[in-house]
Structure formats: C-alpha cells, structure tokens
C-alpha cells in the first residue's frame, strides 16, 4: 500500500497569506495525485487532480505541483472560506489518502 | 445539476448487515463509475471500491473484500453498497461518489454523496 504523509499536522494563517501543503508518498505515484478539500460536516471537494490540473470550478488561487514522490498544493492569498482540512489521495496503486492538514485562521 | 442523495443514518448491532443507498440525478447514471469511501470519526478518507453502473462490474478494496457488496438498479438511478458483519470499528460516515469523467474509472471523486453516518454499538 503507498502510504501518504501529509505535513505540516496543522497550518495556521490569516486571511491573505500564502498557504503551501507537503505530500509525500511512500513510493512514486507519477503524477496520479489529488487534493480535496473538506469542510466540517461537509463532504470532500476535488480541488487538483493529476498534481496540477484544477477541477471544474476551482479559483485560481489554488495551484498544484510535483511528481514521483513530493507533491505541495498552494493557495496564493487565502480567502475566509479556505479555512477546512486539505487531503492528497493517490490513484497510481489503488486508493489511498493521506491524514490531512487542517488549516485554521491565526 | 449533478445530484447523490444518500439514505439516512442507521444504527447497527455488531455483526449485523448494512445497506446505504445513492441516488444519482442530473446525468445518465450508466455513464459514470460510483465509488463508495468512508471516513471514521474524526479520522481521514478511506476508499472502499466502485461500480460500474453500465454492466453492474465492481471492484473492491482488499480490506473490505468478502464483507462488501456492491450493486445498482439502473431503473431509479441508484447504487447500493452492502457491508456485512459489522464491527465497532465500522462506526464512520459512508459516502457514494461518481467519477470524475464518463465511461473511464479514474478514481478521481468529484460528485459526493452528502454521507451517510453509520453507527455500530450494542
């Protein structure tokens, strides 16, 4: 099973700044990486698919990058409604997702 | 618009069976793989296997195989995921997703269900 690890556990900033998520899988994944955004009480959203293609909807602001192994998401200037919890998923070996980072306002 | 509207939350006994339901709307329910994923309390996403609602297929996680499931009637749009002896540890909210393009099984999820939470206690 390809393990993912996402870092940092928790990301607190304010309304504005730069937000950069790490995903690191256990072994090479290519390309085949999402994230997903999850709101409480809410179900997940696909945010990026493929590291870097923005799905359908999905402002600008958010960016995705790497390949094989390291993967980072980015949010240029965050806006008050990007306050949720972030998770990779890998689709290169079945299914897998990592634990999430839970970004909080400072 | 794309639409999954799942069952309501059940409450079940160890070693009991559950079924949730996913009623699709707003696209043509035999052009899409449906995943179905789960997430325990407070935990993160786990993925538990698709249907393909064209030609019944399923493909399941290896966990959960022997345990689950899945099926569709293509005549009211819905899916169905059927998990049998259940354990305290299957206490999670369950939810139905489509894939993200047609006829492919990317394993991309991009239409949720609104989840289903499901409760295993005596």
């Known amino acids: 099973e390809i393990v993912l690890t996402q870092s940092p556990a928790t990301l607190s900033l304010s309304p504005g700044e730069r937000a950069t998520f790490s995903c690191r899988a256990s072994q090479s994944v290519s390309t085949l990486l999402a994230w997903y955004q999850q709101k409480p009480g809410q179900a997940p959203r696909l945010l990026i698919y493929?590291?870097?293609n923005r799905a359908t909807g999905v402002p600008a602001r958010f960016s995705g990058s790497g390949s094989g192994t390291d993967f980072t998401l980015t949010i240029s200037s965050l806006e008050p409604e990007d306050f949720a919890v972030y998770y990779c998923q890998q689709r290169s070996n079945w299914v897998t997702f990592g634990q999430g980072t839970r970004l909080d306002i400072k | 618009q794309v639409q999954m509207v799942q069952s309501g939350a059940e409450v079940k006994e160890p070693g009991a069976s559950l079924k949730v339901s996913c009623k699709a709307s707003?696209?043509?329910?035999?052009?899409?793989?449906i995943h179905w994923l789960r997430q325990a309390p407070g935990q993160g996403l786990e993925w538990m296997g698709w249907i393909y609602p064209n030609t019944g297929g399923t493909n399941y996680a290896q966990r959960f195989q022997g345990r689950v499931t899945m099926t569709r009637d293509t005549s009211i749009s819905t899916a169905y995921m059927d998990l049998s002896n259940l354990r305290s540890d299957d206490t999670a909210v369950y939810y139905c997703?489509?894939?993200?393009?047609?006829?492919?099984?990317?394993?991309?999820?991009?239409?949720w269900g609104q989840g289903t939470l499901v409760t295993v206690s005596s």
């Open positions: 493929d590291a870097s």
């Open positions: 707003g696209y043509t329910f035999t052009t899409y793989y």
């Open positions: 997703a489509r894939d993200l393009h047609p006829w492919q099984v990317l394993r991309l999820f991009d239409s």
